[in-house]
């Protein structure tokens, strides 16, 4: 009797268990979203692009710029994306590409020869809590942490509507000099919607000190399923149609009923 006693005290901690390995598992794991031929990308007005060589070119009346992302292999958690960066102007065009290798848990970034670059913010984690800090960056001897802060679904934009989000901000040093870090997630995904793309891991690994972003950085397409779609925005969308019909109709109804007066009296 004692021995089923222990047995089942056995398998109802094994129960309890369980759900916390999951968790962690999800927590801490790569992006369960991320698998070959994901891609996302996005679309900007740049004046100009800084390269780390200090080199500068800059476009007349602004370049549409287009940055896109794609794994092009999954091996383990180590990913391969393509990244690429395109820019038309009306004199001028460029197109840089190159591979790299991200560690899909600490989101490092690595050239194919294994140097370190950075930290990416393609991607962060999701469904963190309000006030969790996310690391930003991590080449020892730096290393930036973020606090999250959860703002719903206001000013996100995606190519699938309107998503609950959150920002990433933290501020440090890197190599001695001042970094600020700030960028906006889909809670569901983690995957960036927009952001101030200074240090971004991916850009460096391309050479590319800072982007001349002038406007709205907007994420145009990507092939991940992300989270439910936030109906109030869609019929705060709606109000100002909404509106025209009930003015348009209560008109309407007014005008029907003064004509319908001057009748009887007549």
């Known amino acids: 009797m004692k021995r089923l006693h222990k047995l089942f005290l056995l398998f109802l901690s094994i129960l309890l268990v369980l759900p916390n390995l999951s968790l962690q598992a999800q927590t801490f794991g790569p992006p369960i979203w991320l698998n070959k031929d994901t891609f996302a990308q996005y679309e900007f007005k740049s004046s100009a692009i800084f390269f780390l060589n200090k080199t500068t070119i800059p476009f007349e009346n602004d370049a ?23 820019f038309t102007g009306e004199k001028k065009s460029l197109f840089i590409s190159k591979e790299v290798d991200v560690n899909t848990t600490s989101r490092q970034v690595f050239l194919s020869n294994g140097t370190l670059i ?23 001897p730096d290393k930036i942490v973020g606090s999250v802060e959860i703002r719903g679904f206001w000013s996100s934009n995606t190519p699938q509507g309107a998503q609950k989000i959150y920002d990433i901000e933290g501020k440090g040093t890197i190599n001695g000099k001042n970094a600020l870090f700030d960028s906006a997630h889909e809670v569901d995904t983690g995957i960036m919607i927009e952001g101030i793309l200074s240090n971004e891991a991916t850009l460096l690994a391309l050479g590319i000190d800072t982007l001349g972003v002038n406007g709205q950085f907007s994420f145009s397409d990507t092939n991940v399923d992300l989270g439910p779609k936030e109906m109030l925005p869609e019929i705060l969308g709606l109000l100002p149609i909404l509106l025209v019909v009930i003015l348009f109709i209560s008109v309407f109804v007014i005008l029907y009923y003064r004509r319908r007066k001057r009748r009887r009296h007549n």
């Open 64 to 86: 549409s710029a287009t940055l896109r992302w794609e794994c092009t292999e999954m091996n383990d958690d180590l990913a391969t994306l393509n990244v690429s960066i395109s």
């Open 118 to 140: 950075g930290t990416t913010r393609l991607w962060a984690k999701a469904n963190p809590t309000d006030g969790e800090e996310i690391v930003v960056w991590d080449v020892p």
